[in-house]
Structures are given as structure tokens and as C-alpha cells.
T-cell receptor
Framework: AQKVTQAQTEISVVEKEDVTLDCVYE???????LFWYKQPPSGELVFLIR??????QNEISGRYSWNFQKSTSSFNFTITASQVVDSAVYFC??????????????FGGGTRLMVKP | DTAVSQTPKYLVTQMGNDKSIKCEQN?????MYWYKQDSKKFLKIMFS???????INETVPNRFSPKSPDKAHLNLHINSLELGDSAVYFC??????????????FGNGTRLTVT
């Protein structure tokens, strides 16, 4: 069974602060993929990153960075110098490589980030 | 040029009615999905479908049925609507590259309200 836990239900920061969103997952699969999606107030789901379980190299994309630690089953997301436009609900998700599962994503409960000016 | 489009965006209906939500993708993907997002923002898979098979989340009531007239469409039919069906329903698609799953591309969602 797959499970994704985002313990922080809501985070509030002031603009320009750095913020880290935590994600912890559980899976019995040896090969799997981890994702982050953003859901702004307008409601759409926007893909941010995909990482496979064999690649523990951290990734940086502009103000966004991701820290994958297989030893602790965590895939944390950091926003540097946050901006008001970063305000959204962020979802971490897990997909096993085993395609018998139909490529189904298991989502965490989401973290609502509020960035205040 | 919307990649995954759903209609309608909003759907308000009464208990007991039957309704459908349409989904189309123009990405050429071979797998489509339906997800349900409840009032607490929790997202849960309902169906995964490609031209080979339909995979159903066992928790989905059989009042919900996906219908795929072709590879680019996966519509969601809901019979005998109940209050608890109120949610936002997201359609998504992805390309199955064998063992490497592509990211899912989501539609903008359909907010269903059952009164």
C-alpha cells in the first residue's frame, strides 16, 4: 500500500521568507516516482517536479528546490524568497513503477501555503 | 490549445439525478484518469484507463462509470447522485512510456454540487 503524509496542513509566511514543505511517504516498491503539484486559488493542478527513487540528487529550479532523502523516505520542497504568487496548496504524490497499478498517483493531504506581503 | 479540458466547469444538480462530466485531451496520451477532490482538498484516484484496461479504485461506488468513446476522451457518468458526491472532479492524462510514467496533466476540474 502507498501512503503520502504532509504533516503541515497550513503554513503562513511573510514575503521573502524561505519556507520548506515536508513530505514523507511509505511504499513497498523498490522503484517508484515522487511528484509535487501546485494548486493555486484558481483551482488547477500544476505539475512541478518528478523524481525517481534511484535519483537522490537534489534539484533546484529557480527559487524552488527539492531534497530527496531515501533513507528517511522524505521528499521535501523548499521555496526561497517566497512571493505572494506562491500562495497555493502544494501536493506531494507517489507513483509505483509497477504499471499494473495503472500509473495511479497517491496524493498527500496537501499543505496550504499563505505568503503575506 | 488547452491540453486537458473538462466540461462543465460547474454542475449543480439534485439528489437522485444522473449526470455526466466530459473530458478531452489533445496531448496524444494513452492513459486517462479521474480524480476526486473533497472539501478538505484531499485528492483520490477513481479510475485509470487506457486502451488496454480499466483500473477501478475499489472504494468507488458502482454508480460512477467511466466511458471512453476514443483515446482522447474519458467521460464520467454518475447515476443516482448523492449529497456525498459533491466535490471537485479532475480529469488527467499521461503517456505510458513502458516502465517510466510521465507526469499527469490535469484538467481544470469540475465542481459538482448535489443539493
Amino acid at each position: 500500500a502507498q501512503k503520502v503524509t504532509q504533516a503541515q496542513t497550513e503554513i503562513s509566511v511573510v514575503e521573502k521568507e524561505d519556507v520548506t514543505l515536508d513530505c514523507v511517504y511509505e511504499t513497498r516498491d523498490t522503484t517508484y516516482y515522487l511528484f509535487w503539484y501546485k494548486q493555486p486559488p484558481s483551482g488547477e493542478l500544476v505539475f512541478l517536479i518528478r523524481r525517481n527513487s534511484f535519483d537522490e540528487q537534489n534539484e533546484i529550479s529557480g527559487r524552488y528546490s527539492w531534497n530527496f532523502q531515501k533513507s528517511t523516505s522524505s521528499f521535501n520542497f523548499t521555496i526561497t524568497a517566497s512571493q505572494v504568487v506562491d500562495s497555493a496548496v502544494y501536493f506531494c504524490a507517489l507513483m509505483p513503477q509497477n504499471n499494473n497499478a495503472g500509473n495511479m498517483l497517491t496524493f498527500g493531504g496537501g499543505t496550504r501555503l499563505m505568503v503575506k506581503p | 490549445d488547452t491540453a486537458v479540458s473538462q466540461t462543465p466547469k460547474y454542475l449543480v444538480t439534485q439528489m437522485g439525478n444522473d449526470k455526466s462530466i466530459k473530458c478531452e485531451q489533445n496531448l496524444g496520451h494513452d492513459t486517462m484518469y479521474w480524480y476526486k477532490q473533497d472539501s478538505k482538498k484531499f485528492l483520490k484516484i477513481m479510475f485509470s484507463y487506457n486502451n488496454k484496461e480499466l483500473i477501478i479504485n475499489e472504494t468507488v461506488p458502482n454508480r460512477f462509470s467511466p466511458k471512453s468513446p476514443d483515446k482522447a476522451h474519458l467521460n464520467l457518468h454518475i447515476n443516482s447522485l448523492e449529497l456525498g458526491d459533491s466535490a471537485v472532479y479532475f480529469c488527467a492524462s499521461s503517456q505510458d512510456y513502458g516502465t517510466i510514467p510521465s507526469p499527469l496533466h490535469f484538467g481544470n476540474g469540475t465542481r459538482l454540487t448535489v443539493t
